[in-house]
């Protein structure tokens, strides 16, 4: 079994960068045996996905089909929401057969209680998202991510992106060690809810790759960071190990 593990890619077009590099990582999975394979998506794949819309679908198609291609040939694929894709399961698991889920949720693989999670639960003094985020997962809100038009998000998304990645450029710049320390706080809170031996998360856009001792026990903690910088790696468990993999520069 080889497990793989993307987050935070924020895409905006199929044709920037980190679209043409995640397209050819996912036409590669194809290639491999795509029976031995579990995707997981943790959470702001795109930089905007609401509701059901096949406007969304549309505007990513190749990088749909070339889903919809692997999970036909027997992969199993997993997404978490983050807080730029919401309420997707209309599209991904409806049509395409993907599970989607909001919260956390623990796999075994090869012998690892892994816990999955998007990792917007860690920072909890950031109080505005938390009150945000109460808001968007209200099921009264819920209907609107598919009654408004795909367009109409579309607009919304790109006026809120630039003043988003502005903040969050300086946000993790200047905090990037108390981000490190939330990271691995969170292991001790998620650990009592349930142990494991394993945690990926996303959202801080921070890399992360430490081991925390819980109670005596050592616990791996892996937080994905983003594709922002020059180089974009993604974390891969197979054998019982977990290791980084750098996905090749596109030609220039």
Request: proline letters at 2%; a positive charge; aromatic letters at 12%.
């Amino acid at each position: 079994m080889e497990a793989w593990f993307l987050s935070d890619i924020h895409l905006k077009s199929a044709e920037e960068r980190n679209g043409k590099i995640l397209l050819r990582f996912l036409r590669s999975l194809l290639e491999r045996n795509p029976k031995e394979i579990h995707l997981f998506m943790l959470g702001d794949i795109f930089d905007l996905w609401v509701g059901g819309h096949s406007f969304f679908a549309n505007k990513f198609k190749d990088h749909i089909e070339a889903l919809r291609a692997l999970k036909a040939a027997g992969a199993r694929i997993t997404y978490i929401e983050g807080n730029h894709d919401v309420h997707i399961e209309g599209f991904f698991q409806k049509r395409l057969g993907i599970e989607v889920f909001v919260e956390a949720q623990y796999y075994e693989i090869d012998g690892l209680r892994i816990r999955c999670e998007h990792g917007d639960l860690i920072n909890l003094e950031d109080t505005k998202y938390l009150k945000y985020r109460s808001i968007i997962r209200h099921p009264y809100v819920k209907p609107l991510g598919n009654l408004l038009p795909g367009r109409f998000w579309d607009h919304i998304g790109n006026k809120a992106s630039a003043k988003s990645r502005q903040y969050s450029g300086r946000h993790v710049a200047g905090k990037e060690t108390q981000l490190i320390q939330m990271i691995r706080a969170h292991v001790q809170r998620a650990y009592i809810e349930k142990p494991f031996d394993l945690i990926i998360s996303g959202h801080m856009h921070v890399f992360d790759d430490h081991i925390v001792d819980v109670d005596g026990r050592k616990v791996r903690s892996v937080n994905l960071g983003s594709w922002f910088g020059e180089h974009v790696k993604v974390f891969c468990v197979r054998q019982g190990q977990g290791e980084w993999v750098y996905l090749p520069a596109l030609e220039q």
